[in-house]
């Protein structure tokens, strides 16, 4: 399990970069808030996520219910938002949902 935390610790660079691979993607028409502001969502989502790994590692349920709990709500649905906004980014530079 502490390599699980180790990962999402190293994963958190990588939304940064991913958020800047993808900005030369964005066209000037997409400064509504489907285009821009989504897209600048997505590294924070990503570092929600990432720490939330981290917090169920640390918070075991046997021992603390409450922060595991929360954490894994964290990883759940700030993972889901992420996928969502992701795909809705993608379909927006033209690539098909089924591909992203």
């Not at 800047?20 to 989504?38: E, F, I, V």
């Amino acid at each position: 399990a502490p390599c699980m935390a180790v990962a999402a610790l190293l994963l958190m660079p990588v939304w940064w970069d991913y958020y800047h691979a993808t900005s030369c993607h964005l066209t000037p028409t997409q400064k509504c808030w489907r285009g821009r502001d989504l897209h600048a969502i997505v590294p924070y989502l990503g570092m929600l996520c990432s720490a939330s790994v981290v917090g169920v590692v640390l918070n075991p349920w046997d021992r603390r219910l409450l922060l595991h709990l929360i954490s894994a709500t964290g990883v759940f649905d700030g993972g889901l938002v992420l996928a969502v906004i992701v795909c809705i980014l993608d379909r927006n530079r033209g690539r098909p949902i089924s591909k992203t």
